[in-house]
């Protein structure tokens, strides 16, 4: 079954420092990921995700991801972070037709400090 | 266009009652899908909805939860009876089956369950 890791459960980091929230994926079958992110008092919002082509990819907020199929990571990143950007940040995966049911990190807290 | 609602956002019961959650998908929707986060946890998939039909209810705990979802519209979840493990958040999301986005699924705000 597949699983995700988020190693780091918190980070904090200064504004306007970059910052690398790591993801880890248990299996190499092709999957679709994702990377949602949830505000204080808010639900879920879809960050960015990645289907299929190429292996970057961008959110309109200024984060980016690299989907990397050999360390079977989905890394996000962002180079200068912003105290907006403090919130709780989910890595998720979604086998190919298995109902596109989304198997989740157990979220890292992004704390950005000023 | 609304999103996702729940119903309640907060709910804290004794152990032994019963407890019915309930979600509104966005219009139009036909996938519906109920995960739950325990404190401190990964959020964990429960069931699958496509219109009002179980795609999959591998996640479900055990028998003292069901989900509905009537007429393929909004879904309830009962807890019954209601156990101190059954804290936590319950996400309710919903997707398009085809269209541009069939992937990307939409969330509700959550219920946050407190079983004392």
């Known amino acids: 079954a597949q699983s995700v890791t988020q190693l780091d459960s918190q980070v904090p980091v200064f504004e306007e420092a970059p910052v690398e929230l790591r993801c880890n994926y248990s299996?190499?079958?092709?999957?679709?990921l994702f990377w949602y992110v949830q505000y204080p008092n808010q639900g879920l919002q879809l960050l960015l995700k990645y289907l299929s082509g190429s292996t970057l990819v961008e959110s309109i907020n200024g984060f980016e991801a690299e989907f990397n199929k050999s360390q079977t990571s989905f890394h996000l990143r962002k180079p200068s972070v912003h105290i907006s950007d403090t919130a709780e940040y989910f890595c998720?995966?979604?086998?190919?037709?298995?109902?596109?049911?989304?198997?989740f990190g157990s979220g890292t807290r992004l704390l950005v400090r000023p | 266009e609304a999103g996702v609602t729940q119903f309640p956002s907060h709910s804290v019961i004794e152990k032994g009652q019963t407890v019915t959650l309930r979600c509104d998908p966005i219009s139009g929707h036909d996938n519906l899908y109920w995960y739950r986060r325990v404190m401190g946890k990964e959020i964990k998939f429960l069931l699958h909805?496509?219109?009002?039909?179980?795609?999959?209810e591998s996640g479900m705990p055990n028998n003292r939860f069901l989900a509905e979802r009537t007429g393929g519209t909004y879904s309830t979840l009962k807890v019954q009876p209601a156990e101190l493990e059954d804290s936590g958040v319950y996400f309710c999301a919903s997707s398009q089956d085809k269209g541009r986005d069939p992937y990307e699924q939409y969330f509700g705000p959550g219920t946050r369950l407190t079983v004392t």
């Open positions: 909805f496509v219109k009002e039909s179980k795609q999959d």
């Open positions: 998720a995966v979604s086998d190919r037709g298995s109902s596109y049911k989304l198997i």
């Open positions: 299996s190499s079958v092709s999957v679709y």
